[in-house]
């Protein structure tokens, strides 16, 4: 701006100069027509110097404004592009009752400024961790800014946080299936600022972080399931009946069966996302290649012929182009049991060669459909064993007790030390597993 106002002086001093010569020496004496041709000439120097300074000014207005940074934070409820289902845990209608010994410990740890900054809900699929996390980060928002995890890289998160000066509270659902999470709790342990940031990250056993944690609140399904079914019924505005059966659990299914009791019409979840992902492009080797890996479409290109469909090739798939993660993830679990037992051998083909932070993901997913598929649970205990640092991954990822025995001896035959030992171990664990883990405790070193 200081140079440009020098410029324009300089521009108005010429003007000026020659408008005075032309009054002064011409004018004055007389001389009418060399009067006007100097300030003429007076005029047109004032005008080249509007117009510069004019095409400057307008090549500075269109220089881009440089972005806000965006903290990559969901809000707690519904949103156009999250939580658009009645079960989901920002939208649901269903109103919140119970885990009062939960939310007590949430909130005590949360007040307390000696307080580790890491909570783990931990649980299985299914029983209301996330909505847990959320119902009491609504109680906290008028202290603290609270919000999810947004999908995508989180690095530079808690910097963020920091630079704005206010506490924060930050959801995490999913974190032991997110790659990111690690470097996430790592920047979180060493923040030394003064303003305060916690992390509520859902997982299904603690040590599927992968990273250091401090305490853990464990979460099961509701003691009163005859309770929730009839207050998912009152919600959805439907009608007890007395040949409606509560279903067994877990909780987030004894709701969306509510759901689909009170209103005849409504799409069950599992046939919506069939439809969204077997209907498209890739058909159902997608949801598979999806889950298991993540967005691969080279992946996607080597799956071969099967059940005499053409193998989808390049582009991105469905579920990413919108940015949204497959949600819920019962949902995405029986959907990719379902293709499983619909094209076998798929899984196995996905599967093969994979490097370790990809066996790390379809652990994860291979652990919840592995009771309903042999093909899942064959390729899970082969993920397991092919590396020494995916045996604690599989214990952590594994969902009942159908590969209890057969993974007991994987980690019989693994060499432990005490860190990994207390990091993998579980009460929810089945007791086969768990003694392995015991044996493998007296031998520790």
């Known amino acids: ?13 010429i003007a000026g100069f020659l408008a005075l010569k032309g009054t002064f020496g011409g004018f004055l004496e007389g001389d ?3 009067g006007w041709f100097t300030v003429g000439a007076g005029a047109v120097v004032v005008t080249i110097g509007f117009l510069s300074r004019g095409r400057k000014n307008s090549r500075h207005a269109e220089l881009p404004t440089p972005p806000k940074q965006v903290i990559p934070l969901l809000p707690l409820r519904e949103t156009p592009r999250y939580g658009r289902t009645l079960v989901d845990p920002v939208s649901c209608p269903v109103p919140f009752v119970g885990r009062e010994e939960e939310t007590a410990r949430l909130g005590a740890w949360l007040a307390d400024p000696a307080g ?30 609270c919000g999810r995890l947004a999908p995508g890289p989180s690095r530079g998160l808690i910097a963020q946080l920091a630079s704005a000066g206010q506490p924060a509270l ?23 600022g003064r303003t305060p940031i916690r992390v509520i990250a859902e ?6 972080l ?18 929730c079914f009839a207050m998912a019924l009152d919600a959805f505005e439907g009608e007890e009946r007395e040949d409606m059966p509560t279903p067994p ?7 969306d069966r509510a759901r689909l009791a009170a209103r005849p019409h409504a799409i069950p979840l599992l046939a919506r996302e069939r439809q969204k992902w077997t209907g498209g492009r890739f058909r159902e080797a997608a949801v598979v290649v999806d889950l298991l890996v993540g967005e691969r479409p080279e992946i996607l290109q080597r799956i071969s012929d099967m059940d005499g469909r053409p193998a989808a090739r390049g582009g991105l798939m469905p579920g990413r182009v919108m940015g949204e993660p497959l949600r819920p993830v019962l949902v995405a679990a029986r959907l990719l049991s379902e293709v499983a037992a619909a094209r076998p051998g798929i899984i196995d083909v996905i599967t093969r060669g994979l490097s370790w932070q990809d066996a790390r993901r379809a652990l994860w997913w291979l652990g919840i459909v592995a009771e309903e598929s042999p093909e899942a649970a064959a390729a899970f205990l082969r993920l397991a064993a092919s590396h ?25 035959a693994r060499q432990w030390d005490l860190a990994e030992l207390d990091a993998v171990d579980s009460p929810d664990l089945p007791e086969a597993v768990r003694s392995a883990l015991a044996a493998a405790r007296e031998t520790a070193t």
């Open 1 to 13: 701006m200081r140079l440009r106002g020098t410029k324009w002086f300089a521009w108005a001093s």
């Open 32 to 34: 009418w027509v060399e």
């Open 116 to 145: 580790g900054p890491l909570m783990v809900v931990a649980g299985p699929p299914g029983v209301g961790k996330s909505r847990l996390m959320i119902e009491f980060a609504r109680t906290r928002e008028h202290e603290w800014r």
């Open 170 to 192: 930050i959801l995490v659902d999913e974190a032991d299936l997110r790659g990111d999470v690690p470097l996430l709790l790592a920047e979180l342990h060493g923040h030394r």
């Open 203 to 208: 997982a299904r056993r603690p040590g599927g």
């Open 210 to 227: 992968e990273a250091r944690f401090g305490p853990v609140i464990r979460v099961g399904d509701p003691d009163d399931l005859d309770l």
């Open 249 to 255: 659990g877990p909780v987030f299914d004894v709701v």
């Open 388 to 412: 020494d640092l995916l045996v604690p991954r599989a214990v952590c990822c594994l969902v009942g007790d159908a590969m209890a025995e057969p993974l007991a001896k994987l980690v019989a």
